[in-house]
């Protein structure tokens, strides 16, 4: 195992003449031990990494501060004197022991466990993150993953989410983002009873006599406005109506019983189109736009499980 140099202090603080001191003289011992196990400043060297020349320099270096010979060099052999037999048997096993447990991290990162947790909205929990959890989970049953439905712009960081997921218009700056999924496009539909009623709208103000399931989310301060766009000229609907909920489901089965006219993701109303039971009005007027992006922050250490997470997560499409 190679021994680099291993740092064990705060990074976010200054470091003091005391702890370079420490440092230097952790690593000293460390490529001691080395020699001393090797018997040999070539194979040492070799495992460390460094030039047979630095690594004796390095020792030398050891035993001037010491104040003492720590090990004897013949032509052919390197042997620890007395005082580096024992310093070698008080540091040497706790080396082992710092080799030990970093094989333990490498075996982690090779089989990741731990809880992800993700905020999200609605519709890509359903859209994006489920149907990957199926492709992930199996392979990695260790791993925990929550899942969050906030509508909020939650702030990850002092909520504890290791991710978020929104349109890739609502990412912060600071944020690093991966996009996970294609350009999103809205549906407006109706069910065939409800037309049967009510005429079908041309345009987008037709639709303020229509009856709208409108959506609250807590980002907007009120009704989520449907946004509709045709050759360039952007419209945002408000329409009103008897119903309001904040979560797809209760939009779509209220569409579905003929209660009125619903502004959907397109991907949760095609198959209910192809099968007659909802007809879709103002296609036109429904552009696509980008899609969602996962996010984290840029300076914290993203875990193996996330990683690996978001390596299924992430669009690969054109």
């Not at 022991?97 to 890509?124: M, S």
Request: hydrophobic share 40%; aromatic share 8%.
């Amino acid at each position: 195992m190679r021994h680099h140099a291993i740092t064990c202090y705060n990074p976010h603080e200054p470091v003091s003449w005391t702890n370079k001191y420490i440092m230097q003289n952790f690593n000293d011992l460390a490529a001691f031990a080395t020699v001393a196990r090797e018997r040999s400043f070539t194979r040492a060297a070799a495992r460390l990494g460094v030039s047979p020349s630095a690594l004796s320099q390095t020792i030398r270096n050891l035993e001037e501060r010491v104040g003492l010979r720590l090990l004897t060099r013949t032509t052919r052999s390197v042997a620890p004197t007395e005082a580096g037999d024992r310093l070698l048997r008080t540091v040497g096993p706790r080396f082992e022991e710092i080799e030990a447990e970093l094989a333990t991290l490498n075996a982690l990162r090779e089989k990741p466990a731990g809880t992800v947790r993700i905020t999200t909205g609605e519709h890509p929990a359903i859209s994006v993150l489920q149907p990957a959890l199926k492709r992930f989970l199996p392979d990695y049953p260790d791993v925990q993953v929550e899942i969050i439905v906030d509508y909020g712009l939650t702030d990850i960081v002092a909520e504890g989410y290791d991710a978020g997921v929104r349109m890739g218009e609502q990412v912060a700056k600071d944020m690093v983002a991966v996009r996970i999924g294609p350009d999103i496009r809205m549906a407006v539909v109706g069910s065939p009873e409800y037309f049967e009623r009510f005429p079908a709208p041309q345009t987008p103000q037709d639709l303020t006599a229509h009856k709208c399931i409108n959506m609250r989310l807590p980002t907007y301060g009120g009704l989520f406005p449907w946004g509709l766009e045709k050759d360039g000229r952007e419209v945002k609907v408000r329409g009103d109506g008897q119903l309001v909920f904040n979560n797809l489901g209760m939009r779509l089965s209220s569409a579905l019983d003929g209660l009125g006219v619903a502004y959907m993701p397109e991907d949760q109303v095609l198959p209910y189109v192809a099968e007659g039971r909802l007809i879709r009005v103002l296609e036109e007027w429904c552009p696509y736009f980008p899609g969602y992006h996962l996010y984290y922050p840029s300076r914290r250490h993203t875990s193996p499980a996330l990683s690996l997470l978001i390596d299924v997560l992430r669009h690969r499409g054109s």
